[in-house]
T-cell receptor, first 114, second 115 residues
Framework: AQSVAQPEDQVNVAEGNPLTVKCTYS??????LFWYVQYPNRGLQFLLK??????LVKGSYGFEAEFNKSQTSFHLKKPSALVSDSALYFC????????????FGTGTSLTVIP | DAGVIQSPRHEVTEMGQEVTLRCKPI?????LFWYRQTMMRGLELLIY????????DSGMPEDRFSAKMPNASFSTLKIQPSEPRDSAVYFC?????????????FGPGTRLLVL
């Protein structure tokens, strides 16, 4: 079965410190992985994706994510957090073998403390 | 492109009333998704369409919910009759099917409150 797990409901980090938002996945075929961000009262916005190739993917707003096949993880990272990064982050996996559906994690609320 | 357009942005109604939410996907996208987001249940996929045809409606909560896509540029999600537990933010999203690189683009959502 296809699924995505975000083990942390809440992550707090001090401004300027590195941040990590965790995601693990389970798919039957090749994983196509995505990160989205949701600011208050807004829809989800695409951040970055892994399809194939380099395991380190760079995306919008200075975010990056590392694909680790052996650990079935796709953690979101940023070297230096900004207060404006405070938002809800969703990991998603797309399964082309089951109708192109996206499977979203439960979301992780990131708070960057000034 | 204007992105995915949803209307209304906010809806307040009374229990028992019919509610219709509307979505215009990005032009050229052949997949359309309806999601519901609540604090308790997070983001739930309700139904999705491919080329205007419903593919999977297993996420639709019950018969009170129905969705249609009469053409490639318009979809509706209807709740009849509405109940207070339907209060949530409803998102529409669209994407291209062709390759897995294609991401999903979300609308701003409709915030529904059923009193």
């Amino acid at each position: 079965a296809q699924s995505v797990a975000q083990p942390e409901d809440q992550v707090n980090v001090a401004e300027g410190n590195p941040l990590t938002v965790k995601c693990t996945y389970s798919v039957s075929g090749n994983p196509y992985l995505f990160w989205y961000v949701q600011y208050p009262n807004r829809g989800l916005q695409f951040l970055l994706k892994y399809i194939t190739g380099d395991n380190l993917v760079k995306g919008s707003y200075g975010f990056e994510a590392e694909f680790n096949k052996s650990q079935t993880s796709f953690h979101l990272k940023k070297p230096s957090a900004l207060v404006s990064d405070s938002a809800l982050y969703f990991c998603a996996v797309r399964d082309m073998n089951t109708g192109n559906q996206f499977y979203f994690g439960t979301g992780t609320s990131l708070t960057v403390i000034p | 492109d204007a992105g995915v357009i949803q209307s209304p942005r906010h809806e307040v109604t009374e229990m028992g009333q019919e509610v219709t939410l509307r979505c215009k996907p990005i032009s050229g996208h052949d997949y359309l998704f309806w999601y519901r987001q609540t604090m308790m249940r997070g983001l739930e996929l309700l139904i999705y369409f491919n080329n205007n045809v419903p593919i999977d409606d297993s996420g639709m909560p019950e018969d009170r919910f129905s969705a249609k896509m009469p053409n490639a540029s318009f979809s509706t999600l209807k709740i009849q009759p509405s109940e207070p537990r339907d209060s949530a933010v409803y998102f529409c999203a669209s994407s291209l099917a062709g390759t897995p690189q294609e991401t999903q683009y979300f609308g701003p959502g409709t915030r529904l409150l059923v009193l």
